[in-house]
T-cell receptor, first 113, second 114 residues
Framework: GENVEQHPSTLSVQEGDSAVIKCTYS??????FPWYKQELGKGPQLIID?????GEKKDQRIAVTLNKTAKHFSLHITETQPEDSAVYFC????????????FGQGTILTVHP | GAGVSQTPSNKVTEKGKYVELRCDPI?????LYWYRQSLGQGPEFLIY????????DSGLPNDRFFAVRPEGSVSTLKIQRTERGDSAVYLC????????????FGPGTRLTVT
């Protein structure tokens, strides 16, 4: 079945540094790749997404890149702030998993002031 | 506008009991999804509805789990004969339609089976 591997499991950075989280997927037919931010006690919040016909997408300090040949995609956060501290999840959909999202295991990001 | 809402926010029940968890999707969203999230893990798909019908229930772990969406809006996830292993956060999400992909999550219901 579908599988998404996410690394690292924890990431600690200083305020102002960049953070990068990487995911790989197995289903070559997947065509939608969202990233979610989850704070303690809350539901996942969609922060950015990318479709398979695009290689990179930016939204202010957040960017996502997609390499369909290698089947991996990454989240880049620049100029990190303490409020970026949360758990981040990558996910994929489309192909054989149309409609449903398959999530990675999550990355705990801590931004130290 | 209002986001996805879920009730109750917390539910504690005894092993063997029956529970119902409710989800109110974003108004106008035709697709509704249920996921389950165990501690330290990503959400895992359970079932999704397009309108009133279950389009994919392949994630339901066994026949103790059942979900309905009779009028194409509110959905209820029903768990019979609860087990301690059912303890998790149950998340609901909605999207304008399955083809539009973006899913917006509610805050979840934390279920604890004692």
């Amino acid at each position: 079945g579908e599988n998404v591997e996410q690394h690292p499991s924890t990431l600690s950075v200083q305020e102002g540094d960049s953070a990068v989280i990487k995911c790989t997927y197995s289903d070559s037919a997947s065509n939608y790749f969202p990233w979610y931010k989850q704070e303690l006690g809350k539901g996942p919040q969609l922060i950015i997404d990318i479709r398979s016909n695009v290689g990179e997408k930016k939204d202010q300090r957040i960017a996502v890149t997609l390499n369909k040949t290698a089947k991996h995609f990454s989240l880049h956060i620049t100029e990190t702030q303490p409020e970026d501290s949360a758990v981040y999840f990558c996910a994929e959909s489309g192909g054989t998993s149309y409609g449903k999202l398959t999530f990675g295991q999550g990355t705990i990001l801590t931004v130290h002031p | 506008g209002a986001g996805v809402s879920q009730t109750p926010s917390n539910k504690v029940t005894e092993k063997g009991k029956y529970v119902e968890l409710r989800c109110d999707p974003i108004s106008g969203h035709t697709a509704l999804y249920w996921y389950r999230q165990s501690l330290g893990q990503g959400p895992e798909f359970l079932i999704y509805f397009q309108g009133t019908g279950a389009a994919d229930d392949s994630g339901l772990p066994n026949d103790r789990f059942f979900a309905v969406r009779p009028e194409g809006s509110v959905s209820t996830l029903k768990i019979q004969r609860t087990e301690r292993g059912d303890s998790a956060v149950y998340l609901c999400a909605s999207s304008p339609s399955p083809g539009e992909y973006e899913q917006y999550f509610g805050p979840g219901t934390r279920l604890t089976v004692t």
